[in-house]
């Protein structure tokens, strides 16, 4: 399905799937709350006591496909589209030592739209008080992948919010360990 979003655009995928202009439409919404999302996370994780999560780009375009695909669809889950978090970020080329979680939210208000500011604060509520989506944001993750999208159904107007949390730490040490150790002089220096 991400193949077939790249290729046609996500207004074209709401066409296929029986959406009109009428009915359906993709409205933008700012980088910023992407970046929010991350940063109400820090902030969250540095209340308990937990280093901060650098973005990682492939697991933030997977997360966005994602966000996209379920806003687009009206489906729900962590699986809405036949594959499991896992499998969708490992298909991405996402490097990563072990996947920590997803969090998956979805808002939506009728007839008017809320701003992203407020679907990110509820985002970032629902996934605090409960339990699950709570342990994926204190998990020991270095990093994260985040998107939103944001789509007009109608006279609902709904936010998809996805965040994904990846152990990158071994990589580190395969990096060290692939720098060959260096040669011997084999003229030292005599006293």
């Not at 193949?3 to 993709?26: F, K, N, R, S, V």
């Not at 990682?56 to 806003?71: D, T």
């Not at 509820?122 to 939103?148: C, D, N, Q, Y």
């Not at 944001?150 to 990096?175: M, N, P």
């Amino acid at each position: 399905m991400r193949c077939l979003l790249a290729l046609l655009g996500l207004g074209a995928i709401g066409q296929l799937l029986g959406a009109t202009q009428a009915d359906a439409q993709e409205f933008a919404v700012p980088e910023s709350a992407r970046a929010a999302i991350i940063d109400h996370t820090n902030a969250y994780r540095a209340i308990k006591g937990l280093p901060p999560l650098r973005e990682n780009q492939e697991a933030s375009r997977e997360a966005q496909a994602y966000a996209a695909y379920l806003a687009v669809t009206m489906r729900q889950g962590h699986s809405a589209d036949g594959r499991s978090p896992f499998q969708r970020l490992r298909a991405s080329g996402a490097k990563f030592c072990k996947f920590r979680g997803e969090n998956w939210h979805e808002s939506w208000t009728r007839p008017a739209r809320v701003l992203p500011e407020i679907a990110v604060d509820a985002a970032m509520r629902f996934w605090k008080h409960s339990p699950g989506h709570e342990r994926a944001l204190r998990s020991a993750s270095t990093e994260i992948g985040v998107g939103i999208a944001g789509w007009r159904h109608g006279d609902q107007w709904y936010y998809q919010e996805i965040q994904v949390f990846i152990d990158t730490s071994c990589l580190k040490g395969a990096e060290a360990q692939v720098q060959p150790p260096p040669l011997p002089d084999r003229n030292p220096a005599r006293p």
